[in-house]
């Protein structure tokens, strides 16, 4: 029996890396030390994909990169979803490892995400000032990739509203992406994810009381309490383990984990993810 964890929670362990990420992520993003993750959504023309440095969040907006300068390219070589084929991929890396080394090396930036819609490419990056700018970029994509038509916004945004409203996934996308996750762990292991089966959540909280005002809810919706003790957990030491039996699919476990949060946030816990095991028949 193979057991499963909702790793975007769960503290303390090993994060799983998106398959899409590795496939969208420009290669000069890999080492960077902070958080990045993908997703794609619907919008009036189709599906588009964002990658996001999730990290941003915690600093956003910083006071001293005021604008925003959104550039890329429209490129061949797309299917009919919009996405590059595996051959545009590889021009899309060297465009913007370029535009990125050119960017840095005139002025102060911040990079925090990438949007991919309707065979269009953007990089989007937080800058202290854009004096020269749209020349030089103007200049890089006229001697280095001029089969390619350029896009270059520049525009003021002080309170970073487009990564923090635009590109910044909301409440719900969030609990998509860390439970794909653990979904594509366990497909690969064999699940077909037809089967219900025990679901284990963990929440934690500051006193006894709050842990108490969750069970409460929990009971409600015929959960089982599995578990429940005081830990070493910083500011959350009272910890709470339920389980229930569930389908796993991806509409389902979005729905419950969310319920599970929202109603942990109502008595001042935190929801910190959920395991299962595969079912291969």
Request: hydrophobic share 35%.
């Amino acid at each position: 029996m193979i057991h499963l964890s909702s790793m975007f929670y769960h503290k303390n362990r090993f994060a799983l890396v998106s398959v899409l990420l590795l496939q969208f992520l420009p290669i000069c993003l890999v080492a960077q030390p902070e958080k990045w993750d993908v997703y794609t959504a619907s919008y009036e023309k189709g599906v588009g994909s964002v990658i996001i440095n999730l990290s941003a969040k915690n600093y956003a907006p910083v006071n001293s990169l005021p604008y925003l300068v959104i550039t890329g390219v429209k490129f061949k070589g797309c299917g009919a979803d919009g996405f590059p084929d595996k051959d545009a991929f590889i021009r899309l890396y060297a465009i913007s490892d370029s535009i990125k080394a050119a960017i840095g090396g005139r002025v102060n930036n911040n990079m925090v995400g990438t949007f991919t819609y309707q065979c269009s490419r953007k990089d989007y990056y937080y800058v202290r000032d854009t004096t020269g700018l749209r020349i030089l970029l103007e200049n890089v994509y006229r001697k280095y990739f001029k089969t390619y038509e350029p896009i270059i916004s520049i525009k003021e945004d002080r309170k970073w509203e487009i990564y923090l409203t635009g590109l910044y996934p909301n409440e719900i996308t969030l609990e998509f992406m860390a439970n794909d996750k653990v979904l594509s762990k366990l497909t690969d292991a064999g699940d077909k994810l037809e089967k219900e089966r025990k679901v284990d959540h963990w929440i934690y909280f500051s006193s006894e009381n709050d842990r108490d005002c969750f069970i409460n809810y929990a009971i409600q919706k015929n959960f089982k309490i599995e578990n429940k003790e005081k830990v070493s957990n910083g500011m959350r030491p009272y910890k709470l383990q339920i389980s229930r039996t569930d389908k796993v699919d991806i509409g389902s476990i979005s729905r419950n984990t969310l319920n599970l949060r929202k109603e942990a946030a109502k008595c001042h816990g935190e929801y910190d993810g959920w395991e299962t095991f595969v079912i291969k028949e």
